[in-house]
């Protein structure tokens, strides 16, 4: 997926999230969303998300040679998180170590890929890129708080 198009699709899904009125349940039933307003299977705007983000992104990228071109650099906060990893072409990942090596995202091709939601409790993580050879020069930590 390009980066443009995760762009658009994070676009929509946070004006589908504006579209909310507050003091309204924040989960509409389908028979309470007029007709109008219902996509084509039934299902309301916001309703059937895209693989897009959940919680705060967290960019990395990866170049052609064993290194991360984009890590993050601020600590970020606790709670709902999605790694996303953009590549040009070598295969690299993502790995959590404090979260029993859990792959947060991976890419086997060039492009913007995402990875599953993750709940990301506070605390200092070692993350790495677990390839044969690359977690020696792809190695780093971030902070959540
Ligand atoms: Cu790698």
Do not use: K
């Amino acid at each position: 997926m390009s980066r443009t198009t995760t762009l658009l699709l994070t676009g929509v899904a946070l004006l589908a999230l504006a579209g909310c009125t507050p003091g309204e349940p924040a989960v509409a039933p389908n028979d309470q969303v007029a007709a109008e307003d219902r996509t084509e299977e039934g299902v309301p705007p916001g309703g059937e998300q895209p693989a897009a983000a959940v919680g705060t992104l967290i960019p990395f990228a990866a170049s052609q040679q064993i290194e991360y071109t984009q890590v993050p650099t601020e600590p970020v906060p606790a709670g709902p998180a999605t790694f996303s990893l953009t590549c040009e072409g070598l295969e690299h990942n993502v790995v959590l170590e404090e979260l029993n090596d859990l792959l947060a995202v991976e890419c086997d091709e060039a492009g913007e890929f995402t990875g599953e939601p993750i709940d990301l409790p506070a605390g200092t993580y070692t993350y790495y890129c677990s390839i044969p050879g690359h977690r020696s020069n792809m190695q780093g930590t971030m902070t959540v708080q």
